[in-house]
Nanobody, 125 residues
Framework: QVQIVESGGGLVQPGGSLRLSCAAS????????MAWYRQAPGKQRELVAS??????????NYADSVKGRFTISRDNAMNTVYLQMNRLKPEDTAVYYC????????????????WGQGTQVTVSS
């Protein structure tokens, strides 16, 4: 069994900052990609940022709407990914979900996708 647990959401004023954390635990072989998605009311879930396995700097990818404001990083030893969100805007309000693409210990394939339960981020004055 694999668990994905997010934390760090909350209410923040426009221009403020929040740091989200996501930890993967359980029967894990290797984690290949960890990513943050978000879903605002009435909208589809969208990719915010992703980071591929490797160094903590890793290969990263960002949605255009968050480039220059959000930073994704990863602690491979702890199977944890972070999302530092700066200069937050009201349009960043959404439920943020963590996703991990991983394999089981016995074999590098197949790979599985797991989701966390989500954490609410509200940007409002």
């Amino acid at each position: 069994q694999v668990q994905i647990v997010e934390s760090g959401g909350g209410l923040v004023q426009p221009g403020g900052s929040l740091r989200l954390s996501c930890a993967a635990s359980g029967t894990i072989g290797s984690i290949y990609v960890m990513a943050w998605y978000r879903q605002a009311p009435g909208k589809q879930r969208e990719l915010v940022a992703s980071i591929i396995s490797g160094t903590s700097g890793g290969n990263t990818n960002y949605a255009d709407s968050v480039k220059g404001r959000f930073t994704i990083s990863r602690d491979n030893a702890m199977n944890t990914v972070y999302l530092q969100m700066n200069r937050l805007k009201p349009e960043d309000t959404a439920v943020y979900y963590c996703n991990a693409i991983l394999s089981r210990p016995a074999s590098p394939t197949p790979r599985y996708s797991y989701w966390g339960q989500g954490t609410q981020v509200t940007v409002s004055s």
